[in-house]
């Protein structure tokens, strides 16, 4: 990792860089998806098998998991991991049930009413990396909200588990790790597909997998760029990047812990962003040697140094105010505050996805357990998108209701309003509520 003062054009340089992670990458791959998603929106189910086929080497058949699997699988779990699921999942219920919200109504004097009514969407699907990269952890983080929100049907797709015969002959199979997540989260319906094939057939629909309102989740790049593609025929979650991590830090915290941190991040992909900020020189210097003394005992530590030599980063400043001022401006999807006074920082922090404060509030802990949603904006839309939770899986409908009385104490100023913008026929569809057939007041 680097170490660099603190300097606007190095700032600059480094912020731009992290933003155009995930835009150069998806240039490449944009052709090659929409012509998937434009031969699953034409040939459902053979389009699908196709490309399971062509990028996984075998195809589930049928594409659907009977009920009863997530039943055994949530049976045979070990009762050490399903415990863990089962206290993580009630913590992320506690904190999402705080986000629901209710409709209101305005009755005025003149009799009128106006308000707003909020609904579950329709059907939601949800997207899980499966096979070897199985996260059990992102069944509960995308489901549980979507409960909360009364969504009318939840289905998943999860790529199968690839797996060999004793004679070499390839097999698939849910993996049972996200069957058991899904059973605890409430899944309705699963399908085992993965890809761009898989987003297209949320999207669109096929002969065995329905169409939905909404597709949430976390995926590889071509999973990214299928999901912003299919965006405007659905809703998605948000268009989501490499994984990063900023951490403020002063000399009070504890290399190890901080090094550690930043390894944790860096671990998921090459592309990944680990940075500390500092304003303590020496500090610096202590992360670096914890970083390297670490990074040798982890098994993914080919990863994490690709990430850390391309996108790590140490930056020196001078003032807690300078620190705070940074985190603002790259805007980052985890921050951690590792500083004598955490709090005090934190209420100059304007833009991060998710928040820890203090030596012993680790990123890993909001992934897994503490109950606030891990699927969080990246590459800087933290400065203005927020995370997945509740309101993500509802929608608003406004009402209004005007007896002939009421219409007519604000007639005029409608007219008023329709003409100065010059719509005639808006002004005329109140002015006929107040005239006989012949157009006569």
């Known amino acids: 990792m680097q170490i660099i003062i603190n300097n606007e054009d190095d700032l600059s340089r480094i912020i731009s860089n992290m933003k155009n992670r995930r835009n150069e990458t998806e240039k490449d791959l944009k ?36 009920y009863e699997e997530l039943k055994n699988a949530f049976d045979n779990s070990d009762e050490a991991f399903k415990g863990a699921l089962v206290r993580a999942a009630e913590n992320i219920r506690e904190y999402h049930e705080k986000q629901i919200e209710k409709g209101y109504e305005i009755e005025r004097k003149d009799g009128s009413l106006v308000g707003q009514v909020i609904r579950g969407l329709a059907r939601v699907g949800i997207y899980v990396p499966g096979g070897t990269a199985a996260y ?20 998943m797709l999860s790529p199968p588990e690839i797996l060999k015969e004793s004679d070499g002959r390839l097999f698939c199979r849910a993996n049972p790790d996200i069957l058991t997540a899904a059973y605890i989260a409430g899944v309705d319906r699963v399908f085992l597909a993965g890809g761009a094939q898989a987003v297209g057939a949320m999207a669109y629909g096929t002969e065995s997998i329905p169409p939905v309102d909404k597709i949430v989740g976390p995926g590889n790049i071509y999973v990214a760029t299928a999901k912003r593609t299919a965006y405007g025929h659905v809703d998605i979650d948000m268009t989501a990047g490499p994984s990063e991590i900023l951490i403020i830090a002063d000399g009070s915290a504890e290399p190890r812990f901080t090094a550690a941190d930043l390894l944790s991040q860096a671990e998921h992909d090459p592309m990944a ?37 391309n996108y790590g980063l140490i930056v020196v400043c001078s003032s807690a105010d300078e620190m705070i001022d940074i985190a603002n401006e790259i805007a980052p999807e ?12 934190f209420t100059g922090i304007k833009n991060a996805g998710s928040v820890f404060l203090g030596p012993y509030s680790p990123e890993p802990l909001g992934d897994y357990y503490s109950g606030t949603n891990h699927v969080l904006p990246t590459m800087g839309t933290a400065r203005f998108a927020s995370p997945l939770g509740v309101n993500s899986f509802t929608k608003k409908m406004s009402y209004t209701y005007y007896t002939k009385e009421a219409l007519g104490f604000c007639a005029d ?24 057939k012949d157009g006569i007041e």
């Open 273 to 309: 962003a680990a940075i500390l900020v500092t304003n303590d020189d020496g500090f610096a210097k202590k992360v670096l040697e914890q970083l390297d003394e670490q990074l040798e005992r982890l098994n993914r530590k080919e990863i994490i140094r690709e990430s850390l030599d």
């Open 334 to 345: 985890h921050l951690e505050i590792m500083t004598s006074d955490p709090m005090a920082i």
């Open 136 to 155: 059990p952890s992102t069944v509960l983080m995308n489901t549980i909200p979507a409960k909360l929100a009364k969504v009318g049907e939840i289905i």
């Open 31 to 66: 052709s090659t998806v929409e012509l998937i998603l434009k031969d699953v929106r034409e040939n459902g189910d053979r389009a699908v098998r196709k490309y399971e086929i062509k990028y996984g080497g075998i195809c589930a058949d049928p594409f659907s998991v009977p």
């Open 413 to 436: 100023d409608i007219l008023e309003i329709a003409g100065r913008e010059g719509l005639e026929a808006h002004a005329r569809s109140i002015s006929v509520r107040f005239c006989d």
